[in-house]
């Protein structure tokens, strides 16, 4: 059996061995090729890697792509042990941490989707949080995708026989107990140690549909073999440079029963999310005095574990896609009506409007913003009927969920809440999130006078405000940095 | 006599008995039926149930409801006293509350509306606060209802003799001193022991119409019983699921002399309200360990008082209540300007424009900005002087009440405001709020140049943004949980 | 001579004597007319009333509104003395206060007029900041009325030549320095102990026009004879109810050389400033046990002084003014476009577009929104050469008296920023904050390209947001009163 | 040797000697002709004055213009020592910066543009901070410049392959690596002790162009010498009222390269800026007796380096330059549509949009706000090829660089950020900036889906809100001075 000290020797560009789940591995060779940089990789050279591994790499990760040569075989465990302790420093601000941790309350007492939020801020740990709650430069549009349903207001109608109420519906020709799906977010072991499955679970027992990541935690088989029953699931994809792997990974989802392909169409490049980068600033490693050579340190998880992602993907690829799957196709991340209208022409079966949860480009406008654009356009051309119009971002209230569907949503997608209640709670956590949006969605409907999705229509709407971009979210960062204009000041007192 | 010893073994679902103001009942039979939930009665089974049921229940309702076969006798009172003593737990913020409640400013410095308010949220019992001041969600509309009146201004005339103001008006064919109006609103006894009969004597004092909620704690006899000289009462009602109980209730309300009837159609089902929720929630029994089993222990006093309201209330039931009274009908709730006009077409003698204080469904329009979309409509179809139009929600200030006269209202109803005078100072409080309205009401009606209420047109009032949404309520909840972005840390000090 | 003992004994309203100024007078027949109520008399019967009578009296008013026989003669000096010292009981807050004072800037470090105004609420006396800061309701007109201004914007023209820039005009056929005059407000002896004679000298050394106030601290005659050289004056005019008193005044105006006599049209009624009315509130009398008998035990400065003005003021009473002065007539108060073309009907020489400082009606919009729709309304008549047109109300900036001017305002009038100056500084300030706004005007003229005041024209300015009423100053008390949402609370820890 | 000692006698306006550098100069007959004023000059009468002058004034100003007859010669070192010692007071905030100054964070913990000011917010001495930072009356315009950028949003377009993005462009005819270049701004070594040439070499660096101020720190001749290989350099100008000096300046730019002239033509007076102002105040030197002379004793760095600028520039000298000059010549500071027009029509190659980064007129319009009005008049009168429009004003991020190019903006000017990153971390910070802006604007182009600078068009954005100005930024100074209306006080408890 290797032992700890052996490894360690192994530390350098030229010769880099890395401990993952008690067994080393060779990865000189791969490491100029890793996807997410050589970088992160020679860091760990010498060293059991995998706490930094495992939420970024699904567990067959090393059997798919390291030849088995590389393979060199069980460390002895004794030595990982002491390992662990000598990084083991933990700070105050940890502490604290762990310390609110002990005393969260009860999952219960969360009545809706934004309580987990507030309790994830508090309980999660700090990249974990960061990764997920960042959003793009001043996180404007990240914080105005759900402002701007505050800017739609209900016009209800009374005296309809509400005492039964469906919200049943179809999506892409699959059915689901609701308009909303579980969409895709990667990296869910940040969030929970076992990842995505969490979600496959809870999704099951609600009877809702999930979007699988392409960047997820878990490895697509393992969040498939999770499945029970008739549940659907659908794949989202981001596409690779290499067309083969891309071709590989479509064709064994719908092998393995996806019923939908959703193809990333916003993320040619993921986008630069400061929170993120903050959180993984190696503070020891500055000094002023090297000011000389600015290297940027960090990037933050995002763009660790998406340089694959091809930024020249374009309309004749998607002709390509419809030869290759029989997969129902979408495109995620459409911004303008143009570009529906384009969809159409193409002949997939939906679009998204999205703008990556505002993780992308600040001040692409929220997708509820693009929906009566893209409505109108759609009408305009005959083709409302043509194709299926999703929208995420945002969403995390009942009434939210029911100005889409008013304003021609055929249903949302929500990601970041069902990730918050999977870390602070786990499976029991989404469970819960997603009986509070239904009981929410339940009343509302009530109370606006529908009883089934395809009663609600843009009359229930006042949406006159939506384009009004008088008012943004605060600007946290450039508030701070303004020096504000004081009055007079008085003498010091010499007392 | 029975003593607590004995009733104290009928603990269970199966053998339930519970004390009520000295007296023992069988509830056994009786609980799976109970309009609030079988769940609170067992709460109290084998125990002294009085300080609970008393703010929810009129006196009459064991008498009235409950077989006397069921009636157990009198307890023997010194048992009661020792078990009053061991509930006796008073938290520090209650001690807090309490030293408030001594030094509490002489009600002749409430100055305003808004200043019992302000003493309430300080003063009253945290759960009958919670239940007063909540609202639907995250609160906007109930804010928005006060906040829409801000984005209406003046046009005052001037060089008019306003040496004589008149405020009095005709509503409903009853004349009133003012223009306002004491809305219905349940559970009186959560801020005054006394509960709504407060209420009736200070609309005497002060000349003013009371409505008579459906779910007051006073019973509608003890109301109406309380009222002096020809005062007028007007009835608020949910409609019973058994409509022989409605039945039952509007004819009574009838021979008791009440002049209208106001059908609430803006709650098919009682709205979530979380601050009520939360303010419920048993600390104690919350765990982190059972996690597994997320139970809704907590529904808020509003859910627990109203399951008997009939979802199904639709138009033809307008026609079988014109049937049954010859009261004035009301159709309380309306709000869009389609159900306006529909209201006509039905016969109704006036509507009321109501989001239900904002405590039903958030993000519904306050009834100010329905108001002139209601106008309009009725204009354009000749209706306008067919039926009345009333609002309520958010009214506040003298210059509130002119703004929706100005724009059409034939008068506007006040509730919280009066609950909160009645919670603090009691009668002398409510008569108090009442003479401050007038007396606002009475300049406002100088400054801008009218001297009767028929004199108020839209031409005082520019009322051009009222339908401008680019600026909600801040919505607290998801304000706290966003994580603010911070400029990069200075390096810490080793001092 | 009259001792102190000896007018103690008559405290009742059956005999009823007072002390002003060392003089003792039997006012027991006069307390009943008094303009400002019998209640604040009775409080100082027996007493000295000095510091309460200075500033809201001119030194002459019991000279002339008292019969002589009810003087009664000096009263011994020493008994005096300790009369007051009785009285001086001084509280922390003052202590702050005092020393806030000893401490204040020098004048020289006050940039702009909001500078005196931060001073002044840091060092004046708590109720006569509060009689000059306060304004009607919740003070939303008051704060609108500045906040008003921000909604115009400059396009500034550029390559003028902009070398000499004269900021002299005309107003009413008389010159100015300036576009803007100090305006009348009441009750100086509140802010500076010699009272309105020091606006009248500091008018006098920047080369300004000064309007007097009805409600002046000093005499009108101490006020005309303050006057130098060939200053110019205006008056100011509450009308009273009894027109031969009226008529005196205005007479006595014409006679001793004021240029223009400013009818009062806005307020038929002082307005109720809850600020002012909160500061006189005296603590020690009340107590919750008398919560029985709500009586207003203060009314604040505002309407202890108004009781005379005549709420029957109407367009007929405009021909008899003409009737009986030649001097020019303007109308202060003007709030909409129809009275502005009434007021060119009725040949008046000038309206003053004004809410009066926000002090009356809460809610009505600030000049500079009227003034676009009054000067559209006159052009659309035919009448904009007919009639001159001021505005005051929150003009605090150079840019803010431009803004107006581009607009179509002949003048502006400014009278809280100099009572500030007045109250911190004296003379000196307010000499001060002249030379400031006039170095601002030369500035922003010269800015914007403009040379003289004939060039300015609405092409300077966009104001097309103006009437946009999406926004309001914040509702302090409102929001105070609001408990706000919060998440879900942590289990407390046992530590 | 002259000694400190000898010096000091002449130290009144009769005889005024003063030493800068090291070496003694007899300004007596020079003091009164200072453009920056006589006052400063006395003040440092029989002084070392070389702290003060160095950041103004290039090193060869001395021997420019005073007459060598005037140069007395070298000072004994060791007296200016203890003379430098005995000014240097160091007070407790001046300790708390130095404090800061030496925990800097590193450069590379930079992220954004915002973060270097933030950073020169807590790091540069007070004075520098207050003269670069400021802007004029209540900072409205400053902040809006940046804040009106956040009413425009993106529509991106999908699909586009993106895997090259170019940022080249030309402007004036010179190619730069971005649409953005270094503007001009004065008093570089207030910042830096290097001043300007700090930004020369970071510009040579990063092939960006430079706008060389006349209000330089260095001497011109000294930043251009700074200038390596093909580097290009434009000259900012403030036209003196001397034409013969400006036509000196004007043809030795030329000579020495400088490949256009930007004339200044939105400060024919410069701006007060008030919070430089009051950073300027000498509080030793106040006192409240001496109120009765209210001096200003302070007008900021601005005021005293202005003085010569001609106000009476105009149309027509624009004529004269084209006449003595061949370089490209732009109009710098155009506000309005009209002056555009006149702009193409006179003939000039570029006119940059600009309020002076708010330091010149407070509610002049944004930039980005008045391009969409330029480039619709261009295009009506079918001038939009005939001229080059640029804009400067609130840019701290790729997009809003990307807004100004969509709205038809050929480049952008960037001046404060940079002096941030050079008074921080001098030119490895100005160096990390540019990288930062290439970064986020090469990110932001993929994006929205645009390879190339000529790509960009106004169907990317929608500024439709952009000239909504119902929100303006916060009134700091005002906010503070409004005394906020509080509920009734409670009785104070005697505990």
Redo the contacts between chains.
Sequence with gaps: MLTRREIAKHNTKESCWVIVHGKAYDVTEFAPEHPGGQKIIIKYAGKDATKEFDPVHPRDTLEKYLPSSKHLGPVDLASIASDLQDEETVDELELARL??V???????????L??F???A??TMKKTA?AYY?SGA????TM?EN??AF??????????????KVDLSTTMLGSSSSVPFYISAAALGKLGNPEGEVVLTRAAYRENLIQMIPTLASCSFDEIVDAKQGDQIQWLQLYVNQDREITRKIVQQAEKRGCRALWIT??A??L??R??D??SK?D?QA???Q???T????SQGAARAISSFI??????K??TWFQSITKMAIV?K????A??AIRAVEYGVDAILLSNHGGR??????PAIEVLPEVMTALRQHGYENKIEVYIDGGI??G?DIL?ALCLGAKGVGIARPFLYAMST??E??V??AI?LLK??LE??M???GATKISDLSQ?FV?S??I??????PK????S??????????????NL
Tied chains: 1, 2, 3, 4.
């Excluded at 600015?294 to 340190?297: E, H, L, Q, T």
């Excluded at 091809?310 to 309309?315: A, E, K, R």
């Excluded at 991340?333 to 303008?336: E, P």
């Excluded at 992308?360 to 406008?365: E, G, I, N, P, T």
Aim: charged letters at 35%.
């Design positions: 310390e609110r002990k005393h969260m309350p009860h999952v219960s007492q969360c009545y809706n934004i309580d939020e507030d309790i801020r508090q949080w709650s430069d001043d996180e404007i914080r759900h402002a505050r800017r739609i207001w209900f016009r209800p109608k009374v005296l309809v026989d509400v005492s169409v916003d040619p490049q986008g630069r400061e929170k980068m903050r600033y503070q500055a000094s002023v090297d000011n000389e600015p290297v940027d340190r091809d930024p020249s993907l374009s309309w690829d998607i495109l991340g459409i911004q303008r143009e570009d992308q480009l600040d001040f692409a406008r995390r209230r009434t100005k709670y786990g029991t956590g469970v819960r009986q009981d929410e009343m509302d009530r109370l606006i009359s006042d006159s405000s384009a009004n971009h008088s008012v943004v600007d946290h960062l450039s701070q940095a303004y020096d504000k204009l004081v009055g007079p000041p008085f003498v010091k007192s």
